[in-house]
């Protein structure tokens, strides 16, 4: 891809987020990992007590020409609530808060129409809480966090969070689905 961009996206817990994204078409080199805190390589043990200011999220490139930022974005704000405030159905925290890290200016741009537009179509119910803040060190999680719906699809988590985000995604956005 010559045109890759970079984009980091926060919305939950990232087993959920990844699972979602690895499945678009343009998208590739999904990891799992910890942004948006204040100390540097933060394991997961500690990013969980919500002591490092780390939300859990996902770092992808991307290639526009196949799958634009704003067409990610709608899928994001689709696949989890963005009107919770560091929630995402049980987990709690603000490790799992909604969040969209910008690495441009126009990704910044594009994120605050996105959320403009959804607010002004009522959307959703309640006012969206999700942050647009400067993406800043992305920290990978441990290996065993790694593509971990696609190897544990038998595991309640899977089956009751991460089943229906999978649902929703190939009933709303089947025509962005790789092949």
């Known amino acids: 891809m010559k045109n890759e961009e970079l984009a980091t996206l926060a919305a939950g817990c990232f087993w959920c987020t990844e699972a979602v994204f690895q499945r ?93 537009e959804l607010e002004n179509q009522e959307v959703f119910q309640d006012p969206i809480v999700t942050e647009v803040t400067e ?8 290996a065993e966090h790694y593509d971990f719906y696609n190897q544990n699809r038998e595991q309640p988590y899977c089956q009751y969070i991460i089943d229906p985000k999978i649902k929703k995604l190939n009933a709303l956005f089947a025509e962005k689905l790789k092949q």
């Open 135 to 142: 993406a800043s060190a992305f920290y990978e999680a441990e």
């Open 24 to 116: 678009l078409e343009g998208v590739s080199d999904v990891k799992s990992g910890f942004t948006g805190g204040f100390i540097k390589n933060p394991p997961y043990r500690e990013v969980v007590t919500g002591r490092t200011g780390h939300a859990e999220g996902i770092q992808f490139t991307f290639d526009p020409e196949i799958i634009s930022f704003q067409e990610l974005l709608l899928i994001f704000f689709s696949t989890h609530d963005p009107t919770t405030l560091n929630r995402q159905q049980n987990d709690k925290g603000t490790q799992y808060r909604s969040a969209i890290f910008y690495h441009s200016e126009a990704q910044k741009r594009i994120a605050e129409q996105v959320i403009a």
